[in-house]
């Protein structure tokens, strides 16, 4: 039987979030100048930060989403599910930059940056706002290009965009997260 999780203390609040949103979008203004650049928000959870990363970035950017889920109802990581529609974006000799609210196996952004490859991008790079710690060295997790925080392992995170179990996406500030037991 699951019980009910628990929201737990702000571990970044919005103002923090704000500030390295703004710092991000200046590296990637700095490195990405004169180049034709699409950013691609993963959805859901990338929701929130790839519509702030936009606004902080200077430069001409298409903006476009894809849906993906590995995560069925809760904290077991699965297969990447391709939920939605698809990218009917022309990606074709453009840079594209990945927006995703975190890393954690690595399967999702793994996922993408080999389904990408098919697009014909001139290159494909990641920005995600929290990097997961794994004490386990997990083979071929991507490397993202900009990393917001970074996270101690074992700690859940919940809010701005991103949830447990669907739920805290709207909170502003990004909460630890104690997961609920699991009894027999
Ligand atoms: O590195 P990984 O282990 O692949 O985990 C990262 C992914 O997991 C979460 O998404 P989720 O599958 O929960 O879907 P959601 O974005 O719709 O909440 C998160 O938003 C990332 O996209």
Redesign the pocket.
Known sequence: MKTDGKLGDVLFTSAQIRSRVQELGAHITRDYAGKELTLIG?????AMFAADLARAVRLPVSLEWI?????ADGAV?GE?RR?GVDLDADLCGRHVLLV??????????A?LRDHLAAFGPASVESCVLMR?HKEDRIEN?PVPRYVGFEVPSATWVAGY???YA?RH?NLPDIHEYQLPAIAA
């Open positions: 993963v959805l859901k959870g990338g849906r993906l889920s590995t995560y990581a990447v939920k995703e609210d975190l890393i954690d196996s690595g399967l999702t952004l996922w997961m997790r965009g991103i949830d669907d996406r």
